[in-house]
């Protein structure tokens, strides 16, 4: 096993880290204007993901025509490795950017391609994701949202919940019933809502961490009127998006996601140098050794999975290992912070700033990433569903 990169890849790395100290926006400006939902993007950070666009280095595995460098995957590896070291992200609209760009790249016309997936790139449009409803999480193909087809355009009538950034976005990537005779899966069809058209109202839902933020919201539609060429592919295949694009950068999610555990196990190891009431240091009790070295053998772990699993999708093998990335990832992000919070005792109270202010995690408390970890075992598929697939897909178990 050859666990190094290749000189040409480390020289793909070294050109990025260049790059990106010449390039990173200014802090102040970025700390005085802090992004208010995941749609929002202040002026330093619809800049700062031009420069990357303009550069090659917003999304590299793309061909150039669509500002990639054509990146192997390795080098992609190593982008996204480089990027989960930064103190910020490089979008701040991630659903436009990793979901809805490249599915409309791959199931949308000529005509859609041209109007959204550049100007999403260059962060000129902003985006939110209609998938989930009161009656459709888990199960996404239960959802109810009606979409008629009169004429030459669809009426829309229904709701969406926990909707990331509506109420900042331009566009909702929306998923609509359109024949509800059909069987659940074949009804479905995908439509690009223009956020301002009447009859959409848009309701934010205040979070517990931060009362002044509100990403997510609910989204009614009541008989909205939508173009019918904002029909995405084919009327009433839109699961094949589901199970198509969606999946686009997830393959690369698992870099990220080690690179900020191992972020944290730093912090936790830097929380063993606080004193307790005795003047004695926490990285001498004996307990918190033992949960350090787990953390970091877990943390191992899950990079090393993750090399393999990598390793045989690009040798064009199926990668059971990628079902276990996020449930052991976003689990054991939970278990680190809760047992720093633990450590941290009645401090652990000062719950810190808004995790999205300053990007990613650095500046956040433990109390504000433990809580904010809920998120990461319930997006994209809570850890229930995971393991119903590593039950069902990976191990050949029979349904419960
Ligand atoms: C940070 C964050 C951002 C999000 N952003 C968006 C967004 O932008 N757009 C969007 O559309 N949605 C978004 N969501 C919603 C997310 O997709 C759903 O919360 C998720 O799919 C779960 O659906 P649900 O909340 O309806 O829970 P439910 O599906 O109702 O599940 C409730 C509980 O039952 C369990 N459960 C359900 N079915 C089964 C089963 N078959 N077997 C065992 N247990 C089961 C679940 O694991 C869960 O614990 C976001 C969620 C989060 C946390």
Redesign the pocket.
């Known amino acids: 096993m050859n666990l190094h990169y290749d000189e040409a890849t480390e020289r793909f790395r070294i050109e990025l880290r260049e790059w990106l100290e010449g390039n990173l926006p200014d802090e102040q400006e970025r700390l005085a204007e802090p992004t208010q939902s995941?749609a929002d993007l202040p002026d330093w950070a619809r800049q700062w993901q031009r420069r990357l666009f303009d550069a090659g280095w917003l999304v590299p595995g793309w061909p150039p025509e669509l500002g990639g460098k054509n990146a192997t995957p390795i080098q992609q590896l190593v982008y996204f490795e480089e990027m989960a070291r930064l103190p910020l992200m490089r979008s701040y609209n991630v659903?436009g950017l990793t979901i809805i760009a490249p599915a409309i790249h791959d199931f949308g016309n000529d005509q859609q391609r041209e109007s959204y997936v550049l100007p999403t790139l260059r962060a000129e449009i902003s985006w939110?994701?209609?998938?989930?409803e009161p009656g459709?999480?888990?199960?996404?193909a239960g959802l109810s949202t009606r979409a008629e087809l009169d004429d030459d355009h669809f009426i829309v009538n229904g709701q969406?919940?926990?909707?990331?950034?509506a109420e900042h976005s331009d566009f909702c990537f929306c998923f609509v019933r359109t024949d509800p005779e059909a069987p659940k899966h074949k009804g479905i069809s995908v439509l690009i809502i223009d956020m301002k058209t009447p009859g959409i109202d848009v309701r934010p839902m205040p979070e517990l961490t931060n009362k002044d933020r509100a990403?997510?919201s609910e989204v009614f539609f009541d008989d909205v009127e939508v173009p019918v060429e904002n029909l995405v592919g084919e009327l009433n295949h839109g699961w094949a998006i589901t199970t198509g694009s969606l999946a686009h950068e997830r393959g690369m999610l698992w870099t990220t996601q080690v690179s900020e555990l191992e972020n944290r196990i730093e912090a936790f190891r830097q929380l063993g140098e606080r004193q307790d009431g005795h003047g004695r240091r926490l990285a001498e009790d004996s307990v918190f050794r033992d949960e350090l070295a787990s953390l970091y053998l877990d943390a191992q772990a899950l990079k090393f999975m993750g090399y393999r699993g990598f390793a045989k999708i690009s040798h064009g093998q199926a990668s059971p290992e990628h079902s276990l990335l996020k449930l052991f990832g976003s689990e054991l992000t939970q278990r680190l912070t809760l047992m720093a919070m633990e450590h941290e005792g009645a401090s652990a109270l000062d719950i810190g700033m808004d995790p999205y202010s300053v990007g990613r995690y650095s500046r956040h408390s433990f109390t504000m990433q433990y809580f904010y970890s809920?998120?990461g075992t319930?997006?994209?598929?809570?850890?229930?569903?995971q393991r119903?697939i590593i039950a069902q897909r990976v191990l050949g178990l029979p349904r419960g």
């Not at 969406?160 to 950034?165: A, L, P």
Request: one cysteine or more; aromatic letters at 10%.
């Open positions: 995941s659903q939110c994701l209609g998938m989930s459709a999480g888990s199960d996404l969406k919940v926990w909707t990331s950034g990403d997510f809920f998120a319930i997006a994209g598929g809570t850890s229930e569903i119903n």
